[in-house]
T-cell receptor, first 115, second 116 residues
Framework: SAVISQKPSRDICQRGTSLTIQCQVD?????MFWYRQQPGQSLTLIAT?????????ESGFVIDKFPISRPNLTFSTLTVSNMSPEDSSIYLC????????????FGSGTRLTVV | GDSVTQMEGPVTLSEEAFLTINCTYT??????LFWYVQYPGEGLQLLLK?????DKGSNKGFEATYRKETTSFHLEKGSVQVSDSAVYFC???????????????FGRGTSLIVHP
């Protein structure tokens, strides 16, 4: 299965600023996924990133707040813009397996605290 | 839509105790089922999976059986260790998103704390 390197692992940011999270995969993958995991909660899908096209956002998430780049088949970034304390969460990137039965591989996560 | 319901935690056990974490699901199709584990400060790792009814997934002493009649996928381990302390997520994969990918649906997670 793929290996994902995600960074930064954690950050403390001032409200109103932006943070860009990077994920590098050791193999070429078609789809990459970005999740948010709020304290004590499950994972919520933010968007799906396909190389060469605009990301597809889930209900409740918009491109202006969470712009995503996918310049090639091994790399993606998620930016959390104009941050507020409510954005304090763990953010995870993920890649899918070969089919729905294969399972998903996750990055180690970025723990964001907005003060 | 699809959903996954897990028992609420934390589950607190002594070392060598028997573990059960309940998971039930609703799905419109015929999903694959997964358990993921998240150790402190780390991302999620796939623990085990099952892709059809009556399949048993197993890994590191953990087991779960795909029960279609009860729409359940309970996680069990006969003798837990302190190192098993983590958050466990039940998930299903059935919803197809854009581009033909399958998007998993996760439960809320169950925290397991094992004391020496």
């Amino acid at each position: 299965s793929a290996v994902i390197s995600q960074k930064p692992s954690r950050d403390i940011c001032q409200r109103g600023t932006s943070l860009t999270i990077q994920c590098q995969v050791d193999s070429q993958v078609t789809m990459m996924f970005w999740y948010r995991q709020q304290p004590g909660q499950s994972l919520t899908l933010i968007a799906t990133a396909n190389q060469g096209s605009e990301a597809t956002y889930e209900s409740g998430f918009v491109i202006d707040k969470f712009p995503i780049s996918r310049p090639n088949l091994t790399f993606s970034t998620l930016t959390v813009s104009n941050m507020s304390p409510e954005d304090s969460s763990i953010y995870l990137c993920s890649v899918e397996g070969e089919s729905k039965s294969y399972g998903y591989t996750f990055g180690s996560g970025t723990r964001l605290t907005v003060v | 839509g699809d959903s996954v319901t897990q028992m609420e935690g934390p589950v607190t056990l002594s070392e060598e105790a028997f573990l059960t974490i309940n998971c039930t699901y609703t799905a419109t199709g015929y999903p694959s089922l997964f358990w993921y584990v998240q150790y402190p400060g780390e991302g999620l790792q796939l623990l085990l999976k099952a892709t059809k009814a009556d399949d048993k997934g197993s890994n590191k002493g953990f087991e779960a059986t795909y029960r279609k009649e009860t729409t359940s996928f309970h996680l069990e381990k006969g003798s837990v260790q302190v190192s098993d302390s983590a958050v466990y997520f039940c998930a299903l994969s059935d919803r197809q998103g854009s581009g033909g990918s399958y998007i998993p649906t996760f439960g809320r997670g169950t925290s397991l704390i094992v004391h020496p």
